[in-house]
């Protein structure tokens, strides 16, 4: 998601990735030029920016492929259980085919947190 965000007066719409990105950039420049106050100054905001990322990320469900835990009749059994409802809705089964086994999960902790927000 982009935030809208002021650089040397110009208001813009970054990423938190982008910022991070811009601050690491810019902190360079600062310390080629010898500025090391203003530097450690926007490394703390890029610090920060990073955790709020993290944050982020660790909110999210997670997401566990499934593939590799079937044993070999499970992947059996749901590759053709698929390619039935496939069929039925288009008529054929394609030669080629992939079939995604992602199951995304928050754990009970995250939904208590998301129920008291």
Excluded: Y
Aim: a negative charge.
């Amino acid at each position: 998601m982009k935030e809208e965000i002021e650089i040397f007066g110009v208001k813009t719409e970054k990423t938190k990735l982008e910022q991070i990105q811009f601050r690491f950039q810019f902190m360079s420049l600062l310390s080629a030029a010898g500025r090391h106050e203003e530097m450690n100054k926007s490394f703390g905001v890029a610090q920060d920016l990073v955790n709020e990322l993290v944050e982020e990320e660790q909110s999210l469900p997670q997401k566990i492929d499934l593939w590799d835990l079937f044993t070999k009749d499970e992947l059996e059994s749901v590759t053709n259980t698929f390619s039935e409802a496939f069929s039925r809705k288009h008529g054929s089964i394609p030669d080629i085919f992939e079939i995604e086994t992602n199951i995304l999960f928050e754990s009970e902790e995250e939904k208590n947190n998301a129920r008291q927000i």
